[in-house]
Structure formats: C-alpha cells, structure tokens
C-alpha cells in the first residue's frame, strides 16, 4: 500500500523491515486461490447491490447471494468484503416495539406493600429457577401484612395452571374476606379467564402494577425471603 501511494520502495522494506528482494518475489507471486475468490465474490457484491440501487446491506446481500445465486458465503465474508469496496446499505427504519397499553385492571396498589391487617393485601408473581434436570417455575402468592407465603405452586412450565394453584392454595390456607387485593403483573398467566374467574369465585380484588415496572410485585417477594406457609 506504500509502494502502491509512490512512495519509494526501498524507504518502504526499510520501514517494515523487509528485504527489497521478497518485497518484489511477492509482487510477481499470482494471487492465491482465496484472492481470486474475494475478487469474484466482490464482483457479484457490486451487481447485488447495483441492483437493489444502493439499498441492500450485508444482510440482504448475503441472503440474495445464498438464497437466490445459490453461493457458499458466509455473512461475515460478505460484511468484510463489502467494507473493502466501500458499499454500504441505506440504514432501515426502526421500527418502534409495540407496548401493550390497555390494562386489564388498575393497579390499586401503587407501591404501597404495607398493610395493618392479614388478608387486605395478597402480592403474587412467578420465578425462574435452573435445576440438573431442566427449568422450573415457582409461583408464591405472599401476604404482605407479614411477609408470609400463603400459597404456591411448582410446576416446569409457566402456564395458567401455575398461577391458579398458587391461588387456590391460598385461598384454602386463608378464606380470605371479600376485597382482598390479589396483585400481579400484566403476564399472561394472570390475565387468563381461569386466573381471573378464581379470584372473582373468591371475592378477591384484583390489582396489577403499570406495565413494563420491574420495581414492583418481583422486587417485592424477592425482598422478602422464604417464610413458611401459613
């Protein structure tokens, strides 16, 4: 690349401390076999993207040379020999994710755990935990008046299932009085007709937390620790 800017070649093999002798051995050296292919596939780079007038990135070009040319490429191949000729894509317009926005109930709660009785307020949410055998899944419904798990379920999906023996175990440990606030999050599992037909069979009340929150029921029963049913 020295050489090739007019610079003197032999200030060039002093500077990288080569002799002049294998710097022109390799100059009549024929391109390998890897540098006719980069020099091909870079050709049929330049007619991809030609083609879709500038549009096309490292992905689309890859997919067109794969799918549609049929070539063996790897998509980094395809990004590092675009690099080198200086073809890029025009960027994409992101498109924003979807926020679901229409709560199911209102969050009655508001960050406010504490309670001066049992059985005002129920908080309930599902953890994750890694085992020898697979993932399982633990759903605690916990009194918040006491810090006290009152009904739970294990089970090695987290279905709807799951949620609702939690709070039948509940329901049967404590008979709560009607109004009792049963809060969760917006999961599918306690927005699902079988979760929300117990809790309504029950009297209980049921709140969620603004969605997206991560400060909420989770931060809550993990704060909390293991207490024993009751």
Known sequence: ?????????????????VSESGFHMWRRRPPSV???????????????HADSRGAYGGRRVHAELTLGLGIQVGHGAVELLMRR??????PGVRRPRL????STAADLVDRDFQ????????????????????????????????????????DS??????????????????????GTLIHSDHGVQYTSWVFTERAKDSGLVASMGSIG?????QSMIITVGVVPVA
């Open 85 to 90: 000729a200086g073809l890029k894509g025009l």
């Open 1 to 17: 690349m020295m050489a090739a800017d007019g610079l003197p070649i032999a200030a060039c093999c002093k500077i990288l401390n």
């Open 213 to 217: 929150d991560c400060y909420d029921t």
């Open 34 to 48: 890897r540098a006719l292919r980069h020099a091909w596939l870079t050709e049929r780079i330049r007619a991809v």
């Open 157 to 178: 999906t987290q279905t709807a299932a799951l949620v609702t023996n939690a709070l039948g175990m509940a329901i049967q440990n404590r008979q709560p009085p009607p």
């Open 99 to 102: 926020k679901h926005q229409t």
């Open 115 to 154: 309670r001066s009785a049992p059985n005002q307020l129920w908080v309930t949410d599902i953890t994750e935990h890694p085992t020898r055998e697979g993932k399982v899944y633990c759903c605690v419904v916990l009194d918040v008046y006491a810090r006290r798990v009152v009904g739970w379920s294990i």
